[in-house]
C-alpha cells in the first residue's frame, strides 16, 4: 500500500546553520502531516503539523513546506542547535483522522 | 507532556512466557496507540482502541492482543513472547478532536 517514504540519510550541520530535512509522500489522499523529533532513549516529540489546504507553516524556529505539486514535505529548523540532534520523522493521516503513517527518520547531527 | 506513562520500562524476559505492558494516560482520551519501533522498520502500529472495549488490528498485530477495560488503561500482552518481538514499544493517544497524536517514553523489551 501507499505509505510515507523517507530515506534514512544522516544530516550533518554546523551549530548556527540552518537544517532542512525533506520527507516524500506517496498517498494523494493525505491531508494532515506531522513531524517528530526523537531523541536517543526517548519517545517521539510533537514538533509541527501541517494540513494540505496550507503550503507552510512556521513555529518556534522551525518551518513545514507542503508541496503537494510533487508530493514533498520538509522541516527547516533556523540556528541549529546541539540540542536539535536527534532524528526526525514524518507522519501523514490517509486514514480518515484515526491512523498515522511514519518515515523511517533522517539522524540531524550538530557540531559544535 | 500529554500525561502518557508506560510500565514497565525496561523488561528482559524468556521466550514462551506472557509479557504485558502498561499504557496509562490521565486526560480522559478516547484514542490510543501501540506501535513497535525497530531500525529499518519505523514506527509500526499494532494495535489501537478507539473507546473502552473497542479494540481494532493495526499493521503489525499478529501475536499480540490489547485490552481497555477502562479509558486510561490501555494494556499490551504478547502470550508467548518470542525473539521477534524484542523490540520499543510506544503508546500513544490521539489529541481529543485533533489528527495528532502524541507519545509515551517507550518500553524496552528484549525477549531472550
Known amino acids: 500500500g501507499e505509505s510515507v517514504g523517507l530515506h534514512l540519510p544522516t544530516l550533518s550541520v554546523q551549530e548556527g546553520d540552518n537544517s532542512i530535512i525533506n520527507c516524500a509522500y506517496s498517498?494523494?489522499?493525505?491531508?494532515?502531516f506531522i513531524w517528530y523529533k526523537q531523541e536517543s532513549g526517548k519517545g517521539p516529540q510533537f514538533i509541527i503539523d501541517?494540513?494540505?489546504?496550507?503550503d507552510k507553516r512556521q513555529g518556534q524556529r522551525v518551518t513545514v513546506l507542503l508541496n503537494k505539486t510533487v508530493k514533498h514535505l520538509s522541516l527547516q529548523i533556523a540556528a541549529t542547535q546541539p540540542g536539535d540532534s536527534a532524528v526526525y520523522f514524518c507522519a501523514e493521516n490517509a486514514n480518515a483522522g484515526n491512523m498515522l503513517t511514519f518515515g523511517g527518520g533522517t539522524r540531524l547531527m550538530v557540531k559544535p | 507532556d500529554a500525561g502518557i506513562t508506560q510500565s514497565p520500562r525496561h523488561k528482559v524476559t524468556e521466550t514462551g512466557t506472557p509479557v504485558t505492558l502498561r499504557c496509562h494516560q490521565t486526560?480522559?482520551?478516547?484514542?490510543m496507540y501501540w506501535y513497535r519501533q525497530d531500525p529499518g522498520h519505523g514506527l509500526r502500529l499494532i494495535h489501537y482502541s478507539y473507546g473502552v472495549k473497542d479494540t481494532d488490528k493495526g499493521e503489525v498485530s499478529d501475536g499480540y492482543s490489547v485490552s481497555r477495560s477502562k479509558t486510561e488503561d490501555f494494556l499490551l500482552t504478547l502470550e508467548s513472547a518470542t525473539s521477534s518481538q524484542t523490540s520499543v514499544y510506544f503508546c500513544a493517544i490521539k489529541w481529543g478532536s485533533t489528527d495528532t497524536q502524541y507519545f509515551g517514553p517507550g518500553t524496552r523489551l528484549t525477549v531472550l
Open positions: 498517498n494523494s489522499a493525505s491531508d494532515y
Open positions: 486526560e480522559n482520551h478516547r484514542y
Open positions: 501541517i494540513r494540505s489546504n496550507m
